[in-house]
């Protein structure tokens, strides 16, 4: 376990090897924590596929109009 590890480096007075792991725990908690909102956050714009109500035409046949 990390956070026992870190509480026993801070113990012993291994403040240089508490301070890396302190720094990798909240280094791996942000990233988890960001990971989450991007899912969130995709979630909320794209939402189920089966809610989206897009309808798709074929063009390939029609003419563009040239301005």
Known sequence: MDTQNFINQVATGDASGAKELLNDLLSSRAFDMLDAKKIELA??????????????QDTADTPVEEE
């Open 43 to 56: 979630q909320s714009l794209y939402g189920d596929k089966e809610d989206l109500d897009v309808e798709v």
